[in-house]
């Protein structure tokens, strides 16, 4: 779902050709950033086995990358 939002503002810019699509995709990214840390902390303390999973899955959105 992320990797999918994150495609879809990083090729708007490039589409569009606009400056303002610029830098709302540079806004975006770092909130994106904070929301899937976000999102880690409360599944790790609410979901049961989701710390071993996160150890088994090294990779949030972009394989060998982040």
Known sequence: ?????????????????SPISFAIMFIY???????????EKVLEEGLEG????KKKVKHRVIPFIW
Do not use: C, K, Q
């Not at 992320?2 to 569009?16: A, E, K, N, Q, R």
């Not at 770092?30 to 976000?38: E, S």
């Not at 989701?50 to 999973?53: G, I, K, P, S, V």
């Open 1 to 17: 779902m992320y990797m999918s939002t994150l495609i879809l503002f990083l090729s708007m810019p490039l589409i569009l050709g």
């Open 29 to 39: 990214i770092p909130i994106i950033a904070v929301r899937i840390r976000n999102e």
């Open 50 to 53: 989701y710390a071993d999973y």
